[in-house]
């Protein structure tokens, strides 16, 4: 039976590869994909997901939810994806309507309806945090969590200490890192470099698989493209969203993983968003500005898995498979 | 006709007081409470409000269970020096055969009040996590609550949790922070009144002697209360806390107000939980773009005492 899914994102043109990647497996089984703030406003990444859905040819409900940080200003990545978030490609609307009913409601019901789902989240965490905070039911029904986000090598985007999803709304994504679900965060550092699709990688997919969804995958990250090159100076396309989806379908992609105490730094003055992740064990100890992890290590072990590294060739593997 | 309410609580002595004294006063129509942590943990605050409820004949009235912890860290813990460990003075009431309803206390407050536009008035007497999860669900609700009437914050008095703030905002700084800066009415009934408001040794003693099923049941819960006043404040009596945003809502000219945008210090440091209005003729950047919030200053304690006595006396 194929494993059950559900993807919180905020569509993008990562995002949409991502989605598309879930939805041509046929391992996996989407129950629905809810749409939070971001990169773009929720009405916008709402029909980037539905035009992704059927571009693929599928008929998977997708829920409007929170179009806020729980406390922060807005702070949009039109500079990255372009005004409509898909390399201003001018695709059609999409012909479906979001489903009815809250994003946050139907994560709730969907993954009470489907013990054992996995979770993917693909953008900032608000949707997910206003999900446990009023149904802390749901956190051991989800088997997995596996989120686009972080960084934890302290390799930032948005500023050089956090990475955009975690920066956004760093309360949403410090309530889901203590809220017991099993994250596996697949942080900024890992999806980048090697990871890149390079100009060959490109030419590859549009020339040699040349299938609709290979030029759709290619042409939505135009923007995402010159803005990793530009912004980031990275040469090639990062794709951090498929880079954490070909994750969830095939764990052993990450090559090295462990467990950590981690927690988002809501205060600082530089470090906004920040992934604190007690790599070494640190914390464990009776030393310098500990007192502030006991909340944690009380709880018991670390249960956020931090993937280190990945197989960068095969993430590229899944993914040509998964667009022919 | 009578103003449609829903209180958020966290029961808590003085919100059985609260609860008691808006059921018992007939311009007010409680058509639902919602529950929170603070005075206790929200499994328990759900426990006491159907309790309350079934004290005073009222199990027509639902209750929506709401979020267990703060919207960025976890919850604090209780106050049962304050409160006892029942919440209700260590009287252990039994429990009620009601359950909550089916619903998250935010879900209510958007569906309650997206079914009722303009006419329902959120009184929040704990912090205020639920009511800033319903406006992040709902962003509409802004526009269709007709106005929050909440007890908590600090304008230019110390605070009773720290030095610098009170207990409700203490509890979730950030929730608070998003509800004082939505575009809707809010009146705030912080310490600045609640601590000028006295119920006496007298006062006290008249919850036993009225005699109805709510005020016996208020004269039992009052002695753990009024020991931790006598502890830390050493007076005999109590400060009416919750109560006074219910006096709020009976007849506002009990109180003075000024009108000033409010912001949340939501820092991790000593300050956090201080809500700090722009009092002076400048507003700086980060009170910018935020609604005035009506802020009670002055209070005139002996009418708002005699008035909430006078409704459990049934006059």
Not at chain 1, 115 to 126: D, M, N, R
Not at chain 2, 86 to 91: H, P
Not at chain 2, 126 to 149: C, F
Not at chain 2, 155 to 173: K, L, M
Request: aromatic fraction near 6%; proline fraction near 8%; charge should be negative.
């Amino acid at each position: 039976m194929p494993r059950a899914m559900i993807i919180d994102t905020d569509t993008a043109s990562d995002d949409a590869v991502a989605i598309l990647m879930a939805l041509q497996h046929p391992d996996i089984d989407v129950k629905a994909i809810t749409v939070v703030n971001g990169n773009m406003p929720v009405a916008q990444g709402s029909i980037n997901a539905r035009y992704t859905v059927e571009v693929c040819g599928k008929d998977v409900p997708v829920y409007d939810g929170v179009d806020a940080a729980i406390t922060r200003d807005l702070y949009r990545a039109y500079f990255f994806h372009g005004p409509d978030g898909m390399g201003n490609m001018n695709y059609p609307a999409p012909k479906a309507p979001p489903a009815p009913g809250h994003a946050v409601e139907a994560l709730i019901r969907v993954i009470r309806e489907n013990p054992g789902i996995i979770l993917v989240t693909l953008g900032p965490l608000t949707n997910v945090a206003l999900a446990v905070l009023q149904a802390p039911d749901i956190v051991p029904l989800v088997s997995r969590c596996v989120m686009m986000g972080g960084a934890a090598n302290c390799v930032g985007n948005i500023t050089p200490a956090a990475e955009y999803n975690i920066w956004v709304d760093p309360e949403a994504a410090r309530t889901v890192f203590r809220s017991g679900l099993p994250v596996e965060m697949v942080g900024w550092e890992t999806c980048r470099g090697e990871a890149n699709l390079t100009e060959e990688d490109m030419r590859y997919c549009k020339e040699v698989i040349n299938t609709p969804l290979a030029h759709f995958s290619i042409d939505c990250n135009a923007s995402a493209l010159s803005a990793n090159i530009n912004w980031l100076g990275d040469p090639g396309l990062a794709l951090p969203d498929p880079v954490a989806m070909a994750i969830a379908i095939d764990p052993t992609i990450c090559t090295r993983a462990s467990k950590h105490y981690v927690e988002v730094e809501c205060d600082g003055t530089y470090t906004r968003g920040m992934t604190v992740v007690d790599e070494l064990g640190v914390t464990k100890y009776d030393t310098a500005n500990v007192e502030m992890w006991q909340p944690l290590v009380k709880k018991g072990e670390p249960h956020i898995t931090v993937c280190w590294t990945i197989d960068a060739k095969r993430w590229k593997a899944l993914l040509y498979d998964l667009i022919k | 006709m009578a103003q449609k309410i829903i209180i958020d609580t966290d029961p808590g002595v003085d919100d059985a007081m609260a609860i008691f004294f808006a059921l018992r006063s007939p311009e007010l129509d409680v058509i639902g409470l919602t529950t929170i942590f603070g005075n206790v943990h929200t499994h328990l605050a759900t426990v006491n409000a159907l309790r309350l409820l079934d004290i005073a004949g009222r199990p027509d009235i639902p209750v929506a269970h709401g979020a267990d912890d703060p919207l960025a860290v976890p919850f604090g813990g209780p106050v049962p020096f304050v409160h006892g460990d029942d919440g209700q003075g260590n009287v252990n009431l039994p429990p009620s055969p009601r359950k909550a309803v089916n619903q998250s206390a935010a879900q209510f407050i958007v569906e309650q009040v997206m079914a009722h536009p303009g006419e329902i008035t959120l009184v929040p007497v704990g912090p205020l996590t639920n009511i800033a999860l319903a406006l992040r669900l709902e962003p509409r609700i802004a526009q269709h609550t007709k106005q929050v009437v909440l007890m908590g914050g600090n304008a230019i008095v110390p605070g009773n949790a720290t030095p610098c703030a009170e207990a409700n905002i203490h509890n979730d700084p950030e929730a608070a922070d998003v509800v004082f800066g939505a575009p809707w009415d809010v009146v705030m009934v912080g310490l600045d009144v609640t601590h000028n408001v006295y119920m006496e040794a007298d006062d006290v003693a008249e919850y036993a002697r009225i005699g109805n099923p709510m005020t016996e049941h208020v004269a039992a819960i009052l002695p753990h209360y009024r020991k931790y006043f006598g502890d830390n404040y050493g007076i005999d009596g109590i400060y009416v806390h919750d109560s006074s945003a219910i006096a709020y809502l009976l007849d506002p000219t009990l109180f003075e107000t000024i009108r000033r945008p409010v912001r949340v210090d939501c820092t991790h440091d000593i300050g956090r939980g201080k809500t700090w209005p722009a009092l002076g003729e400048r507003v700086d950047a980060p009170w910018q773009n935020r609604p005035d919030v009506t802020i009670c200053t002055k209070v005139d304690s002996q009418r708002l005492v005699q008035l909430e006595l006078n409704r459990m006396r049934g006059v």
